[in-house]
Nanobody, 117 residues
């Protein structure tokens, strides 16, 4: 099992920045990909960004150039630096860890990000 705990959410104004953190514990050795997803009220959970154990990254088109995902493999942390935030970025952000060998997904409880206009 893998446990994920997010932190760093909050209320900011449009154009400001936030940095989300995700602390992973448990069977860390089994994680191949870590990522961030978000879910706005009334909408489905969408991919924001992912990063592999080797450092390869992928971003949703809506956040490219504004968000940066990173990973500290030694200390089992993942981060999401969010710059130039927009009101449409308002959502609950979830940390995700994926084991590609078994197709297992692990989720944190989420952290709220609210961007006011």
């Amino acid at each position: 099992q893998v446990q994920l705990v997010e932190s760093g959410g909050g209320l900011v104004q449009a154009g400001e920045s936030l940095r989300l953190s995700c602390a992973a514990s448990g069977s860390i050795w089994s994680i191949n990909v870590m990522g961030w997803y978000r879910q706005a009220p009334g909408k489905k959970r969408d991919l924001v960004a992912t990063i592999s154990s080797g450092g390869s990254t992928m971003y949703a088109d809506s956040v490219k150039g504004r968000f940066t995902i990173s990973r500290d493999n030694a200390n089992n942390w993942a981060y999401l630096q969010m710059n130039s935030l927009k009101p449409e970025d308002t959502a609950v952000y979830y940390c995700n860890a994926y084991n590609s060998q078994y197709g297992t997904n692990y989720w944190g409880r989420g952290t709220q990000v609210t961007v006011s206009s």
